[in-house]
């Protein structure tokens, strides 16, 4: 492996035009993958952007699913994740196989699936969603038509309240929201009376029902953006967005809300909130990612073909 430059930020920049690349970065990731990214966002807009992209190369800092996405929706560019073993717990909460198994036990279901999953799992969906536009896609479907909701069972159950539509719902969950502390956010309000609650909508309902605004990290970006310039907030998803909250409000403060210890220990901790698949990118894999135009991302065609479909119906209902 060559010896990485003292200077990767410059480096990457100057790797990135000589290969005519984009890089993409989810809110999730560590700050300094944030600042050399060209396009920083949520999952939906991530995916708009790998849609639109003029780029040869795209270089997705975030997870697999995530650059799989990218490369159902430019199935002939080179698509690279700079740490092909960053997975994500929701996604693999639903093995294809079995999810096929699932589907078929409801016929006539339509198949509504979040990001979060496969292109195994996208190929059994007749629509895709992300946390931004999930009541959107459920609400342009007849009433009639029942549903399967997939794999967030808590990001259903948020959905199903909202459109009083009832899903059946597959029983997946991402391990970082499923584990904030409704109890310790609840001490966190009463030491910061006045504070704004926000709060992730795939979280449990018992956390859900604390927040003052719940939504995809790019609502809750907004919030902040649309907020007083000094306030509190208690942020309850992965921190990582709080670096874009800082760049837009500098003079708030931010409260990262703690997660329950994991191994069933009685307490409560914050470094448990951090995801630990978004965080295997980092600078140096990102710059090595680039040097060697590795690791690729590749899919069948026939897959692509069948997992685009459902996200084109998402994107085409934003």
């Known amino acids: 492996m060559p010896t990485p430059p003292v200077d990767l930020a410059a480096d990457i920049a100057r790797l990135k035009k000589s290969l005519n690349a ?6 999730y990731q560590d700050a300094e993958i944030q600042d050399v990214a060209d396009f920083i966002g949520d999952s939906l807009q991530l995916a708009r952007q790998a849609a639109a992209s003029t780029a ?8 697999h699913f995530m650059a799989e996405t990218a490369k159902i929706l430019s199935p002939h560019k080179l698509v690279l994740l700079p740490d092909l073993s960053a997975g994500c717990s929701l996604s693999e909460s639903a093995p294809g196989p079995e999810f096929a198994a699932f589907v078929a036990r409801h016929p006539g279901h339509q198949v509504v699936t979040y990001v979060n999953s496969s292109a195994e799992v996208k190929a059994l969906s007749d629509y895709c969603c992300t946390s931004s536009n999930a009541v959107a896609v459920v609400e342009a479907i007849p009433k009639d038509v029942p549903i399967i909701f997939a794999p967030d069972r808590f990001l259903g159950d948020y959905v199903a309240r909202k459109t009083g539509r009832k899903l059946v719902l597959w029983e997946g969950s991402c391990e970082i929201h499923e584990l904030f502390s409704a109890e310790a956010i609840q001490q966190m309000q009463q030491a910061n009376p006045g504070a704004k609650t926000l709060v992730h909508p795939e979280c449990p309902e018992s956390v859900r029902i604390l927040g003052d605004v719940v939504g995809s990290t790019k609502a809750l970006l907004d919030a902040v953006r649309s907020g007083p310039e000094n306030a509190t907030y208690i942020v309850v998803t992965e921190p990582g967005i709080i670096h874009q909250m800082r ?34 990118n980092t600078l140096e894999k990102l710059w090595w990612s680039l040097t060697n135009k590795a690791p690729e991302i590749r899919l069948e065609p026939a897959l692509i073909e069948r997992a685009r479909k459902p996200i084109e119906r998402m994107l085409a209902i934003g």
Do not use: Q
């Open 22 to 27: 984009v890089i993409l970065a989810h809110y």
């Open 56 to 63: 040869d190369v795209i270089v997705f800092c975030g997870v």
């Open 247 to 280: 760049r837009v409000r500098p003079g708030a403060t931010f409260l990262e809300a703690p997660a329950e210890i994991r191994g069933g220990e009685k307490g409560a901790c914050t470094s448990c909130n951090t995801c630990p698949h978004m965080r295997k």
